[in-house]
């Protein structure tokens, strides 16, 4: 079965750091472009990350440019997620997803988001 | 670019109910547009793709659409199921390769 896992989520104080991960078990991730996507507690779904296959392309939405940055360690088959400057409104749980159509070297945005994991919490607040 | 969606729906089980999204620019054409389904509590799954694609295992009772006239993406869904009540999101993507989701659909099942 394919699983995604994220972890790293936790409490964090406004202005600080924090660090994401998604492994995958049942899928070798390095043939998919991946994405990370937020929901904020009570609110939708919010596309923050995505990345290539192969981890030289990556796209952010606005709200996060400049303070999040996504990549991937393929021997490992795990994404991460970097983020600083956190700010209140980033509190949310966040979910990594995985790209259906198979892209080595490439990334195809308008491949549907097959798997997701179960998510987990970050908390900005002081 | 923005996906427009009905905050909330409902409709009696066995009915058809029909969830909109409408984009703000660009021709819904453009670019695919995928329709996930969240069940409270759950995480986000797939119901339609490539605008009108069903994945293996979802029943025949969803379908996809768009209408260029009025540049939206729909929804439906036919046969109302008490579980079939959850937050249904469309989703497409820009010029940027960036991915944007609609604010999501409530649909309750009465």
């Known amino acids: 079965e394919v699983q995604l896992l994220e972890s790293g989520g936790s409490l964090e104080q406004p202005g600080g750091s924090l660090r994401l991960y998604c492994s995958g078990s049942?899928?070798?991730?390095?043939?998919?472009?991946m994405s990370w996507v937020r929901q904020a507690p009570g609110k939708g779904l919010e596309w923050v990350s995505g990345i290539s296959a192969g981890g030289d392309s990556t796209y952010d939405a606005d709200s996060v440019k400049g303070r999040f940055t996504i990549s991937r360690d393929n021997s490992k088959n795990t994404l991460y997620l970097r983020m600083s400057s956190l700010k209140g409104e980033d509190t949310a749980v966040y979910y990594c997803?995985?790209?259906?159509?198979?892209?080595?070297?490439?990334?195809?945005?308008?491949?549907?988001?097959?798997?997701w994991g179960k998510g987990t919490t970050v908390t900005v607040s002081s | 670019f923005m996906l427009t969606q009905p905050h909330s729906v409902s409709e009696s089980p066995g009915k058809t109910v029909t969830i909109s999204c409408t984009r703000s620019?660009?021709?819904?054409?453009?670019?695919?547009v995928q329709w996930y389904q969240q069940r409270p509590g759950s995480s986000p799954t797939t119901v339609i793709f490539?605008?009108?694609?069903?994945p293996s295992g979802v029943p025949g009772r969803f379908s996809g659409s768009i209408d260029s006239s009025s540049n939206s993406a729909s929804l439906t869904i036919s046969g109302l199921r008490t579980e079939d009540e959850a937050d249904y999101y469309c989703q497409s993507y820009d010029s940027s390769n960036r991915r944007v989701f609609g604010g999501g659909t409530k649909l309750t099942v009465l």
């Open positions: 490539e605008d009108n694609q069903r």
């Open positions: 620019s660009g021709g819904i054409a453009s670019n695919y």
């Open positions: 049942g899928v070798t991730l390095s043939s998919y472009g």
């Open positions: 997803a995985k790209d259906h159509h198979s892209a080595p070297g490439t990334y195809i945005p308008g491949s549907y988001l097959d798997v």
